[in-house]
Structure formats: C-alpha cells, structure tokens
C-alpha cells in the first residue's frame, strides 16, 4: 500500500488537525462534506397569547383611553344620576366619572444578515433562512415582552412596554403602588387594580378548583361573564390544573377541551380555555398580607379578558420587514439582510375585569 493511498485513509479516518467530534465516523476536518442546508430548530418558537389578542391601529405614538369609574364598588353605575322621581319631577344633571389612561408605543426590531462569501458557498438559501429565524425570533421576543414586560428576571427585556407581570395589581387587594399607563396604584383608583384571588391568606398554598371558580365569578360580578376570557399559565401549572380537572370529568362536564380557530385543541374549565405557556413560570406572585412579592417562580396564573386586552401599533408597523444591503445606506460591506420591525405597546383597557390568582405553592 503507497504513502499516497495511506494519506488518504489517515484524512477520511481521523482528525489529524482538528478536534472534531465526528471524525472517525464522518471522515476528518480534512474532508469537504456536504452539510443539510434547512437548520433543524432546537428551540420550539411557537407563541401561545400573542395570537390570540387583537391588533389595532393608531395614528400617535400613544395610545390614550378614558376609563369610567364606578361611584360605589359593584355598582356598575359610572355616575350618581340614576334614580326614581315623581312624575314629572326634574333630575339632578350628572357627568360620567372618567379617568384618562395612555400607552406609549415602543420600537422594537430583530436583526439578521448574511456574508456574500456565506451565501455563494452555501448550498441552500442562506439568506431567507436567515429571514426566517429572524421573525419567528421577533414573534418569541414580543411574546417574551407581552408576558414579563420591563423585568429581565423574569423573560422581558429592560426598557420594554409594561407586560402582565406589571400590569395585574392591585393597591386594594395587594398594596401594589406601581404605575401603570401613567397613574400610580393608590386608594380610591380602583380602575387600574385587577381582582385578586390569593391561594393562602397570607402564605402561599396549593391550587385547588376553588380558587378557579372564585376568580370566574370576581370577573362575572365586574361584568366580564360572556366576554372571551382564558385561564393563563405555565406548562407545568397546565398539568396540575389537568391533574384536578380528572375526578371531575368523571361526573360531569366542567372539564373538557374546546377548539380556537385554526383548529388549536386546548382544555377547558366551565368551558373557559386553559392555555399554557413556557414563560409564565416566572410570574410568580406572593403576599403576606402587607406587602406584594415578586417571586420569579411559578406561583401565579390569571384570568385574562381578552376583549379588554390588545396590541396596538402606530401607522400599523408589526413586524415590518426592511432590507438592507452592506452598512446601512452605504453599500459598504458585503453583507445581505435586513430586520424586522415593530412599533407596539400592550394595552389593558379594563383592569377589573381580569384576575390575578396568586399566592400558589411553587410547582
């Protein structure tokens, strides 16, 4: 056997100049090979509440609404003119109490690129691969930010619009004094405090049913009963509930599966859908009967009324996609790719309506 032919073997056996993993098996760091074009995902980017919530347009760059305030607590009245008089009698003329809320929209993009030496070696389309990764990123980011808002201890991003986690407070129920859409928590501004169900009085307990069905009927006695509501968690929360929800679904139907549109199959409790996220699991919110924690664990889930719940974006931009070639406008570099954009802010109409049932053991 000539030297020639052992080169050869040497180079298809081993890695003679360089740690390569699959050397032995796939021939040495030597060997040109021929590699799948499409990246297999390692990560599942599949958003669960992004698209289920509406998406309106506005012309400014906030978005600014005003909130009736109820002159008694379940009242449902919005002012004190309502009553009966003799006939004839004159009424007292009342205005409509109202509070003005308003979101500011943020900018948001994801980026990508490609090398020109990148997109004549491969042997795929490099650059619409990119592209690809690149919304489907956009997409999670936004979901991210949709659940965790400005904490980037939990899954948001600093400098963010205000996500769940900031948003369902209450001042009343929990002591919360954070600001939200430009008012801060206090006594007497129930209109931007959400209804709270605790699991423990002042420790954290397990969930139970009970606490399901106390957070449906807080939301029917604020008006919300026949509104689009889902039951928000994390995936392992979603299998406590599945687990609870089995004796029931032996004698009647409080538990069972419902369909969205699409076709997407999830379960349901008195038929409101139960969906789950991955990013949920640090929502985590305790009280000790004095003050609210932010946990960063899996001890929260909510009740949310989507028909109080939407994205809104300025002149309608989400996820618009902008090309580019080399640097910015320059030309200079050899690069390919462009990003995707969006100008966006959560907003929740009606606080009252939604529930933060929190105060849960960790999962």
Not at 170 to 181: E, F, W
Not at 240 to 262: H, K, M, P, T
Not at 340 to 357: A, E, N, P, W
């Amino acid at each position: 056997m000539n030297n020639n032919l052992m080169e050869v073997r040497t180079a298809l056996t081993t890695t003679t100049s360089n740690d390569w993993s699959g050397g032995t098996t796939l021939g040495g760091a030597e060997i040109q090979k021929r590699v799948q074009e499409m990246a297999v995902e390692a990560y599942n980017n599949k958003t669960d509440l992004a698209p289920l919530l509406k998406r309106v347009n506005t012309s400014q760059l906030s978005y600014i609404w005003n909130v009736t305030k109820e002159t008694a607590a379940g009242s449902g009245l919005s002012n004190s003119s309502f009553g009966f008089y003799a006939d004839g009698a004159g009424g007292t003329p009342a205005a409509t109490a109202k509070a003005q809320l308003y979101a500011i929209a943020k900018s948001y993009r994801t980026d990508y690129e490609v090398t020109g030496l990148m997109i004549a070696a491969g042997m795929g389309n490099q650059l619409s691969d990119e592209a690809r990764y690149a919304i489907e990123s956009h997409a999670v980011g936004e979901e991210r930010t949709i659940i965790s808002g400005t904490d980037a201890s939990a899954y948001g991003f600093a400098n963010a619009f205000s996500g769940l986690l900031q948003l369902m407070g209450s001042y009343a129920a929990l002591a919360d004094t954070n600001a939200v859409y430009g008012t801060t928590r206090a006594s007497g501004l129930t209109y931007v405090d959400v209804s709270v169900v605790l699991g423990g009085a002042t420790a954290a307990d397990d969930l139970d049913l009970v606490d399901l069905d106390a957070a449906i009927t807080a939301s029917n006695k604020r008006g919300a009963k026949g509104h689009k509501r889902i039951f928000f968690c994390s995936e392992d929360r979603l299998d406590e509930i599945s687990q609870l929800l089995q004796a029931q679904q032996r004698f009647n139907s409080v538990g069972r599966q419902v369909e969205f549109d699409g076709g997407f199959v999830v379960l349901a409790y008195k038929r409101i859908p139960i969906v789950g996220s991955r990013f949920m699991d640090k929502n985590g919110v305790t009280y000790d009967g004095v003050n609210r924690t932010d946990t960063h664990a899996d001890q929260a889930m909510y009740l949310l009324d989507l028909d109080n719940i939407m994205m809104v974006h300025v002149a309608g931009v989400n996820a618009t996609h902008v090309p580019i070639l080399g640097d910015d406008a320059h030309q200079r570099y050899d690069v390919k790719g462009g990003y995707f954009k969006s100008y966006g802010v959560l907003v929740m109409k009606r606080f009252d309506t939604q529930v933060l049932i929190c105060n849960l053991s960790d999962i």
